[in-house]
């Protein structure tokens, strides 16, 4: 079982910008590979950005170029640096592990408004 537990979320103006972290229970060597994800509120969750054991990481196209998904094995954390940020953006962010099954966070809520 791993727990995950993300912070960092709030409210930022257009153009702003805030980092998420996703603190996991397990090393993170050990997990095939740790993601973001989003739901707003009226539709469906959506992947934002992943990033594997080996280091490859992969994003949805309309984060491309302003989001960075990182990690720091020492801490047992991912990372999700947004910038630039719109307010289409807003939503609940989800980070998940991927290992024999799926575990995901509480979620973080991301509000940007002016």
């Known amino acids: 079982q791993v727990q995950l537990v993300e912070s960092g979320g709030g409210l930022v103006q257009p153009g702003g910008s805030l980092r998420l972290s996703c603190a996991a229970s397990e090393r993170l060597f050990s997990i095939n590979a740790m993601g973001w994800y989003r739901q707003a509120p009226g539709k469906e969750r959506e992947f934002v950005a992943v990033l594997t054991r080996g280091g490859s990481t992969n994003y949805r196209d309309s984060v491309k170029g302003r989001f960075t998904i990182s990690k720091d094995n020492a801490k047992n954390t991912v990372y999700l640096q947004m910038n630039s940020l719109k307010p289409e953006d807003t939503a609940v962010y989800y980070c998940?592990?991927?290992?024999?099954?799926?575990?995901w966070g509480q979620g973080t809520q991301v509000t940007v408004s002016s």
């Open positions: 998940n592990a991927v290992l024999s099954m799926m575990y």
